[in-house]
């Protein structure tokens, strides 16, 4: 059974051969293992792919992250001023939300070399697979193009102006993503750090948060294309609200109680986590596989289940913690 189709199985809620296990992200990992910054990466398509099959091919994850860490460039497509650093992308200016903006998501450069790259990855390992491409979700890329403090004030002062930046973040998601799907992408990953319980009330997540992430959620299923969900932090008191909207799977950071959450959601939607990623960096491989396996055991039930970090992974975590996390699921029938 290809590891594609262990993923897809999951997503279906099914069990199979064994739980899939997958490294969230790791566009900081790949980057510092080429030996290259991000700016370095973008001026060609085949370096990039070349980073992220390196990653691959070092560790061999069931689901593969194409645009880990250039979520910013939607918010420089924009209008935003966004420096490239080594490993990240900071937005420095920010812009006033004008859906006029929107034809411009796909003519920034690198973006179009991130779809080159695309291309690459998924014509050399689509097949076998799951290859998706990263993105913020709605609420998070809204507050990165107005400014978080902006967009957490306008929850309360000025709610029309907030709903604007998350009108035309949600258009920018659909255009950034199209030329992919011509392309034939088959996963869509949307993270969403800036709706978790850190940040902003369960009622504020309903009114400005779910319904464009749920908008989102249609338009790539009618697509035919999978929704990989990440939230990070404190989701307890919405998950069930997220699960209602049915992602493909719902990634989870280590902060929640993952084994509970996933009895409560069980019958809706596939669930993913929630490995710490700072003991990816800071634990022996023993201690990484310890520590997964009582977490599958914990979850019992590992139908609708798949293995990861909480978080993207720390671009310095030792290789051999990264195996040894997704070889947990290996004595797992």
């Not at 030996?35 to 992220?52: C, I, N, Q």
């Not at 996963?187 to 009330?201: D, F, H, M, R, Y």
């Not at 019992?300 to 990264?322: H, I, K």
């Amino acid at each position: 059974m290809r590891p594609k189709d262990l993923l897809l199985s999951a997503f279906s809620l099914s069990a199979s051969a064994r739980v899939p296990a997958l490294i969230f992200g790791g566009g900081f990992w790949a980057a510092r293992r080429a030996g290259k910054s991000f700016r370095e990466l973008l001026r060609s398509g085949d370096d990039y792919a070349e980073a992220v099959l390196g990653m691959q091919r070092a560790v061999e994850s069931d689901m593969v992250f194409v645009g880990s860490g250039l979520n910013n460039l939607l918010c420089a497509a924009l209008g935003c001023e966004v420096r490239m650093e080594q490993t990240s992308l900071q937005v420095l200016t920010h812009i006033e939300p004008e859906k006029e903006l929107v034809g411009k998501v796909n003519e920034l450069k690198e973006i179009a070399t991130l779809r080159q790259g695309f291309e690459v990855v998924n014509e050399e390992i689509g097949d076998r697979y799951l290859v998706a491409v990263t993105s913020w979700g709605p609420f998070t890329l809204a507050a990165n193009l107005v400014g978080v403090e902006k967009l957490m004030t306008d929850l309360y002062m000025n709610p029309r102006a907030a709903k604007q930046a998350l009108e035309l973040a949600t258009l920018a998601i659909e255009e950034f993503y199209s030329p992919f799907l011509d392309l034939g992408l088959e996963a869509v990953s949307l993270a969403e750090p800036s709706a978790s319980g850190n940040l902003i009330s369960r009622e504020h997540f309903l009114t400005f948060a779910l319904p464009y992430l749920s908008h989102l959620v249609e338009h790539f299923k009618k697509r035919g294309v999978v929704i990989y969900l990440h939230h990070c932090g404190s989701t307890e008191d919405r998950v069930r609200d997220i699960a209602a909207i049915k992602p493909s799977c719902l990634s989870l950071g280590q902060e929640v109680n993952l084994p509970l959450v996933k009895r409560e959601i069980a019958s809706v939607a596939c669930v993913a986590g929630n490995i710490d990623p700072m003991l990816l960096l800071k634990a022996s491989p023993a201690q990484v596989a310890r520590e997964a396996k009582a977490l599958l055991n914990a979850i019992g039930d590992t139908s609708g289940f798949v293995l990861s970090p909480g978080c993207d992974v720390p671009p310095t975590a030792p290789v051999e913690n990264l195996r040894a996390l997704l070889s947990a699921t290996q004595a797992q029938r």
